[in-house]
């Protein structure tokens, strides 16, 4: 059975596909999504894919993605693809894109680090020292960060 | 030009600034008074506390006819709760470079970020001292008349000892093979083993010290810091555990040295202090030229190829 029958299709909005299987719920928490105050939202996890074995699909209503907030999902979902839904057509594409630096992302997870300091008002800075395998480290006080750790400090 | 990890500086900008801190040599010793940094003025800020680093670059300053402005968080509005972003912002009008040392993590780059004037760490928390680093490798070359391929035994405190951290890094760059001793919870962090080794440097743990030090160039003992330690009882486990004394010292090389960042608790006994393998106060004296060299280094100031 395709996703497709299990949520509808929706007239505008922006469609997250091929999410890792069980990933779903850290994709919303790193685009703010709560549930409580958003526009109507799909989530469709652990269902079968020809591409990636499992995957989770979600559906944002009424709600274009900008690239900046896609490009944090590269985190947690570098493969996923991203449809712009205009009119129930697809009236974009978008690839998703690590850069070299998450930039008031998340914080750095280090109990001893500057940044801590809640006052303190230069911005956080995780800095992408490798792609595959994955390794972060805070700019300032170089401790590596795990994709975890990240997850639960987000911003 | 900020100097906040190792990385700031390539091996041949790192060697320039040792042959830099070689002439500075007699300035240092205050043989000789050259005042090139006259009118400029050098802010020290020592967030935690500090004798040898403090007092060598007001030395140096001083020295070099420049002046020195001291903060301490006694005193300061830091004590109010002023940010590290607000301070610094005083401090670029205040002076033409500074010197920082504080007890959080990355707050020499933090400091450098927020500011115009160059900024140098003087130590982060655990994380780096880079001007140690120098000094170290200044008094390196002076001993062994080379810093590239050494064997060089590290010893204590590998996970909060911040000058190992840069110093390790460095020795790693020049080609050293790299013992690191210390007790299980005070091993060096792992993402610094796995630069060193993926930058090529022979590196292997032990918690031994005996062994290794037979076949060292040098040996960089470190004090086991109690102010790092969130438990008392942590500390006292590993407290003192690793000694030297004369007696230990048989079979070693003619030519090894002992090195120490100092201030020392009972790492090294006072009977090796008159042997030929004492370098630590050298190497405290040594923060002199080496900051000298920096400080005309941050503030643009060429240094004449022949100073007497």
């Not at chain 2, 320039?16 to 300035?27: G, K, N, T």
Request: proline share 5%; hydrophobic share 40%.
């Amino acid at each position: 059975m395709s996703e497709m029958r299990r949520v509808s299709a929706i007239c505008n909005g922006t469609v997250i596909d091929h999410i890792p299987s069980g990933s779903a719920v850290q994709v919303m928490r790193m685009l703010h999504i709560d549930g409580s105050h958003s526009n109507p939202i799909s989530l469709v996890m652990n269902v079968p894919s020809g591409k990636v074995g499992r995957k989770d699909v979600l559906k944002i209503e009424d709600r274009e993605l900008s690239q900046e907030e896609l490009d944090r999902l590269a985190l947690i979902a570098p493969s996923a693809s991203i449809a712009i839904i205009r009119n129930y057509g697809v009236a974009e594409k978008r690839q998703i894109e690590l850069g070299s630096e998450l930039v008031n992302i998340a914080r750095c997870s280090f109990f001893n680090c500057i940044t801590q300091n809640p006052n303190e008002p230069l911005p956080h800075r995780l800095q992408v020292v490798s792609q595959d395998p994955l390794e972060i480290r805070c700019a300032y006080c170089g401790r590596a960060q795990s994709l975890a750790e990240i997850i639960e400090s987000l911003i | 030009m900020d100097l906040i990890t190792m990385d700031d500086l390539t091996n041949e900008e790192a060697i320039s600034l040792l042959d830099d801190a070689e002439r500075l040599l007699p300035i240092a010793r205050g043989d000789v008074h050259l005042p090139l940094l006259e009118g400029k003025v050098l802010a020290n800020l020592f967030f935690e506390n500090s004798t040898r680093t403090r007092l060598s670059f007001e030395t140096a300053m001083k020295r070099l006819g420049g002046e020195v402005l001291n903060l301490s968080e006694v005193g300061s509005s830091v004590k109010k709760g002023e940010t590290l972003y607000d301070t610094m912002q005083m401090i670029d009008g205040y002076a033409d470079v500074a010197v920082i040392r504080h007890p959080r993590q990355g707050a020499a780059q933090y400091a450098a970020d927020a500011v115009q004037i160059p900024i140098m760490n003087a130590g982060d928390g655990a994380g780096n001292h880079p001007t140690q680093t120098l000094l170290d490798l200044f008094t390196i070359r002076h001993g062994q008349g080379k810093i590239d391929g050494l064997n060089v035994v590290l010893v204590g405190d590998l996970r909060y000892g911040r000058t190992v951290h840069s110093l390790s890094h460095a020795l790693g760059r020049f080609g050293a093979s790299l013992t690191l001793v210390s007790p299980e919870p005070l091993k060096m962090p792992p993402e610094i083993v796995k630069d060193l080794k993926s930058s090529g440097c022979h590196v292997e743990e032990s918690e031994d010290l005996a062994p290794a030090i037979s076949s060292a160039d040098v040996v960089y003992m470190t004090r086991i810091q109690r102010e790092r330690f969130p438990d008392e009882a942590e500390y006292e486990k590993v407290a003192g555990i690793y000694t030297l004394k004369a007696e230990d010292l048989r079979s070693v090389q003619s030519d090894m040295m002992i090195m120490h960042p100092l201030p020392r608790v009972n790492e090294i006994h006072p009977s090796i202090d008159s042997t030929d393998h004492a370098w630590y106060f050298k190497q405290a004296f040594n923060g002199v030229p080496t900051r000298m060299a920096l400080l005309c280094r941050s503030l643009g100031i060429q240094i004449p190829e022949a100073i007497v």
